[in-house]
């Protein structure tokens, strides 16, 4: 589910290339308006995605779509509770950034925070585990097997030049979005203050 109708194409592709187009059925709608009954689905994920939401209106529509005993599962980014105050304003900045470009509210919640969004949603069992982006060779080359190989990530690359190379506008977010990811990803001073979290938690029984 997507709200941005190219990314749902870009999916349905996605499926056939993987051969699984008949197990998968992807639409367009609004997280905080989902359209479907109560009790529907056994798991929920989102990835990269909550992070931009009203966790509050996001989550409460997710534990309504929930089974009973159902799950929530979270890959989202984090920030560490305590920050050293002139790395926190660099951390600020990167987050400025993304809002800038992507024009949603961007914001790296911390653990205590996010853990907070599923109990004031009604989860229950919750459990955030925190980690650090490419901490070892084989987080890289796990993530290069998960987008599909050396070639699929070239096919990428090549096709965001593209789209660099023959648009002003797009280059000027793609420089923007490279600053961002350079003060939150290649300076070891701030680095060591973000993540990601995989987090879950279930709707209770009763």
Same mark, same amino acid.
């Given at each position: 589910?997507?709200?941005?109708?190219?990314?749902?194409?870009?999916?349905?592709?996605?499926?056939?290339?993987?051969?699984?187009?008949?197990?998968? %059925?992807? +639409?367009?709608?609004?997280?905080?308006? #989902? *359209? !479907? $009954?109560?009790?529907?689905?056994?798991?929920?994920?989102?990835? @990269?995605?909550?992070?931009?939401?009203?966790?509050?209106?996001?989550?409460?529509?997710?534990?309504?779509?929930?089974?009973?005993?159902?799950?929530?599962?979270?890959?989202?980014?984090?920030?560490?509770?305590?920050?050293?105050?002139?790395?926190?304003?660099?951390?600020?900045?990167? %987050?400025? +950034?993304?809002?800038?470009?992507?024009? #949603? *509210? !961007? $914001?790296?919640?911390?653990?205590?925070?996010?853990?907070?969004? @599923?109990?004031?949603?009604?989860?229950?069992?919750?459990?955030?585990?925190?980690?650090?982006?490419?901490?070892?060779?084989?987080?890289?080359?796990?993530?290069?097997?998960?987008?599909?190989?050396?070639?699929?990530?070239?096919?990428?690359?090549?096709?965001?030049?593209?789209?660099?190379?023959?648009?002003?506008?797009?280059?000027?977010?793609?420089?923007?979005?490279?600053?961002?990811?350079?003060?939150?990803?290649?300076?070891?001073?701030?680095?060591?203050?973000?993540?990601?979290?995989?987090?879950?938690?279930?709707?209770?029984?009763?």
């Amino acid at each position: 589910m997507d709200i941005a109708s190219l990314s749902i194409e870009t999916e349905r592709q996605r499926a056939i290339e993987e051969n699984v187009e008949m197990m998968t %059925e992807f +639409i367009i709608a609004d997280a905080y308006n #989902l *359209p !479907f $009954r109560e009790d529907s689905f056994e798991i929920i994920i989102t990835e @990269f995605v909550s992070q931009f939401l009203d966790k509050y209106m996001a989550f409460t529509e997710f534990i309504h779509v929930l089974k009973k005993g159902g799950s929530l599962g979270i890959n989202e980014m984090y920030r560490d509770n305590i920050i050293e105050p002139q790395l926190k304003i660099k951390i600020d900045e990167a %987050e400025a +950034i993304f809002t800038e470009v992507t024009g #949603l *509210p !961007f $914001r790296m919640n911390t653990p205590d925070e996010w853990k907070h969004y @599923f109990e004031e949603a009604g989860f229950s069992d919750i459990r955030i585990q925190k980690c650090r982006p490419f901490q070892k060779i084989k987080d890289i080359t796990s993530s290069i097997t998960s987008m599909g190989g050396i070639v699929k990530i070239k096919c990428l690359i090549f096709g965001m030049l593209k789209y660099i190379i023959l648009s002003e506008m797009i280059r000027k977010r793609f420089l923007r979005l490279d600053k961002g990811k350079r003060i939150l990803f290649n300076n070891t001073s701030t680095r060591k203050h973000v993540g990601y979290i995989l987090g879950i938690a279930r709707k209770p029984d009763q």
